[in-house]
């Protein structure tokens, strides 16, 4: 009994779905019964129950492809190892992502990816190396807030869950990789080049370079996607190497003269194409996906666009099923269906002489912004209003002119001055879209999670157009239009009076004070060199949750918890400053300060305005109540200034809620305080490996031995208390919010070395 081709694909798909919201990833026993009884439902003669088999065959394999990538969590982190590995490519400033090919006396296969640090060494580092190498690793762990970038989403479907630090390293062969000789050499026959860094994304896939100025300026225009290398770039290196076939196909008489030797060449090109660019993971799905079009093709069948499609991603997916969790695929897949939907549907204008191309451009680049509006608002939170002018022009430039040239480039590399003028003639057509991208206006449009239904409107005007819906009645317009802004003008079904939520910043504090759709900030996390917590977690979740900040409160000077103010302020320039450190223009946060905010109750409690100043004990102490139920939110203090709260606030600091002073440090949280505060729950700001070692486990300890109960970023992602009324409802983002496998605590349950 054969079963259909397009049927297997949608089972494919449909087994390695649930990847993607499974709270726990089966034990390898129920993998293995899953397989057995797969393999009896295949036996049976009877087509659906074949099928159920073939999905439950393929979610089995899902399991064990997810098991696999989990296993060095727990199998190489116990301690130091010794290893060989092979550097693949620098991660950033002193790291390196390498792939550890033997664990002690063990082969790996396929190699195991690590990004370490540490690797010091007199010898130049280059790709392609080997080394001996004695580590130290640990579980990757990332930040979790909903919503905000998912990082450990990302490190699973990239294959990428350990991290470490190199204790110490042996070279066993220090020569380069072809690649990075091949691009060293490149690098040396382009010469001096204005635009050299995007010259090195196109052609390498080496981004880390781009200026922070061009990439916003890719960001804003919605142009960034021709700076990764992924299907628009293999498919077109696959055209460059398949037009140099069919160009050489016309000195061979017309017997010879066939079509699979031109695709089998623009294969090849493709492949060696991605084998440069750094064999990236969006590069390596688009030459998969372009290998299944090139079988299905010589098969000599004609196959429609939409099973083609279908084909490729679930190809994609069985060779790789964690590849469903990566938002690059989904874009690329995305994009890829929208336009199949949009080329059937919305077909485009027959004739127009001259300008045909242009008007054929301009409907390709209409479709793929409409219908992709979704997914642009879902994953990055935002639009490009200038998107369709800026690719209009950018792609194509960039396709028809800056690839070919590159990659003529390099293949006429030993041709003396070919590589120099032809990555020339790619610098100056660079430099043309980029100044062209700069003259436009900023149109980048932030969005919140209303708009995702507004999205969904060119969508539903097409499906109206197409399926003549109009025609039966003229109010199936308004009602779409209706249904589409319903977020926008419907009321919020009623939820809780207010609520606090304590973001995942790592190593400090942010806080947030919810009500009414406005929002009150207590400290705004960390700085770094290029970046805060402010323009990396705080300003994206207020703004995609819809909430206006009406204040912030900083409790001090350090930076963990004042680092994000100016990112902040920028933000929102009019926005009051709390502060006890008598900072020109910030508001004063001293003992005995009162006011009202949404109809809450706040007081300060320390400092007195005696002692002002930016260290821990100067931390302004603030108690917010709505009459029922209270928080204290207590900063950094430290004993002494605990000690001396208390004397003036005596039996006035009970709190149904507790930010956990200094994350939990030795130095805070006396049981006079606790018993003095009394609360029910205690919120603690720490990232799981921070050098202090915060919580100290005798605070937990202390805290439990009251009945309080704990919890902490590090375990817990973004913690959401709701009040309602009498009541409070506590949301941690890992537990309950996004309870998903690769949102748990990797590795030992409680190691957080």
């Known amino acids: 009994m054969l079963l259909s081709l397009r049927t297997c694909c949608c089972c494919v798909i449909a087994g390695v779905l649930p990847l993607c919201w499974i709270h726990n990833i089966p034990g390898l026993a129920v993998i293995a019964g899953g397989t057995g009884l797969a393999c009896l439902l295949l036996c049976i003669p009877v087509r659906a129950v074949r099928y159920a088999g073939l999905a439950l065959l393929i979610s089995c394999w899902s399991g064990l492809a997810a098991q696999r ?17 092979t550097i693949l490519r620098p991660s950033g400033t002193g790291r390196y992502l390498v792939t550890l090919h033997r664990y002690g006396d063990k082969r790996l296969f396929p190699g195991v990816n690590i990004v370490v640090r540490g690797l010091k060494t007199p010898h130049t580092l280059c790709p392609g190396q080997r080394w001996s190498l004695w580590l130290r690793l640990r579980p990757g762990h990332g930040l979790l807030n909903i919503p905000g970038f998912d990082s450990q989403r990302y490190a699973v479907a990239h294959h990428q869950v350990v991290n470490g630090r190199v204790l110490r390293a042996q070279p066993l062969s220090l020569r380069c990789g072809w690649r990075s000789r091949f691009t060293g050499y490149l690098a040396e026959q382009a010469g001096t080049l204005r635009h050299w860094p995007v010259i090195q994304a196109l052609a390498f896939g080496e981004r880390q370079a781009l200026p922070a100025d061009v990439r916003q ?102 060779v790789d099923p964690l590849t469903v969790l990566s938002d690059s695929f989904r874009l690329s897949a995305g994009a890829c269906g929208a336009l199949i939907l949009w080329y059937r549907w919305m077909p485009p204008p027959r004739g127009g002489g001259k300008l045909r191309y242009l008007a ?50 390099m293949l006429l590399s030993a041709v003396p001055g070919a590589t120099r003028g032809l990555w020339w003639l790619a610098d100056q057509v660079l430099h043309g879209v980029l100044g062209f991208l700069a003259a436009l206006p900023p149109g980048w449009l932030e969005a919140d999670q209303r708009a995702v239904g507004l999205s969904l409107l060119p969508l539903v005007l097409m499906v109206i157009w197409r399926l003549r819906l109009y025609r039966s009645s003229l109010s199936v317009l308004p009602v779409a239009l209706l249904a589409c802004t319903y977020a926008y003008w419907h009321p919020a079904p009623p939820g809780a009076h207010w609520a606090v939520h304590m973001l995942d910043v790592g190593n400090g504090l942010a806080m947030v004070v919810e009500k009414n759709r406005r929002a009150l900030l207590y400290d705004t996390g960390n700085r770094w060199p290029g970046g805060d917590s ?52 910030h508001r004063p946060c001293f003992m005995g300060e009162r006011w009202q905010w949404q109809g809450l109750q706040l007081r300060v409690l320390w400092p007195p305005r005696s002692q002002p100043g930016a ?100 375990k817990s992602g973004q913690i959401s208390v709701q009040m309602f009324g009498d009541q409070m409802k506590i949301l941690s983002a890992r537990m309950q919010i996004s309870p998903r496998w690769y949102h748990q605590w990797f590795g030992v349950p409680g190691d957080s070395g």
């Open 217 to 318: 300026r890719f960001r804003e225009t919605g142009t960034a996607h021709l700076m990764a290398i992924s299907g628009l770039h293999i498919a077109q290196s696959a055209g460059v190497f398949w037009g140099l076939v069919r160009l050489l196909q016309w000195l061979l008489p017309a017997a010879r003269i066939g079509t699979g030797l031109p695709l089998l060449a623009g294969v090849a090109g493709a492949a060696l194409y991605t084998w440069l660019s750094g064999a990236n993971p969006p590069a390596q799905r688009a030459l998969l996906a372009l290998i299944i079009w090139g079988a299905l093709r010589l098969g000599g069948r004609r196959w429609s666009a939409e099973m083609v499609w279908l084909c490729c991603i679930a190809g994609v997916l069985l």
């Open 69 to 85: 990538v989990l296993w060095p969590t727990t199998a190489l982190t116990t301690g130091v190892i010794q290893g060989e590995g």
């Open 534 to 585: 402010a323009r990396q977690t705080i300003i994206p979740w207020l703004r995609w949750r819809g909430l206006h900040p009406e204040g912030v409160i900083i409790s001090h000077g350090h930076l963990d918890h004042a680092g994000g103010l100016g990112s902040i302020q920028q933000a929102w320039p009019a926005l009051p400053v709390y502060s006890a450190m008598l900072t020109p223009g």
């Open 360 to 409: 054929g451009l301009a409907h390709l680049q209409l479709g793929i912004t409409a219908l992709l509006l979704p997914l642009q608002v879902v994953i990055f939170h935002g639009v490009s209003l200038s998107a369709f002018v800026a690719n209009m022009v950018a792609v194509p430039l960039v396709s028809l002119l800056v690839v070919p040239l590159l990659l003529l480039g």
């Open 615 to 714: 260290e821990n004990n100067h931390s302004c102490v603030v108690h917010i109540s709505d009459g029922v139920r209270s928080v204290l939110l207590t900063g950094d203090i430290e004993r002494p200034a605990e000690l001396a709260m208390l004397k003036s606030h005596r039996g006035s600091l009970r709190a149904d809620l507790l930010q956990v002073p200094h994350h939990g440090s030795r130095t805070s949280s006396t049981p006079r305080l606790l018993r003095q505060v009394n609360p029910g729950v205690a919120l603690a700001s720490v990232a799981r490996y921070n050098p202090w070692r915060f919580p100290a486990a005798a605070v937990v300890r202390r805290y439990r031995d009251l009945g309080i109960r704990w919890y902490d970023t590090g």
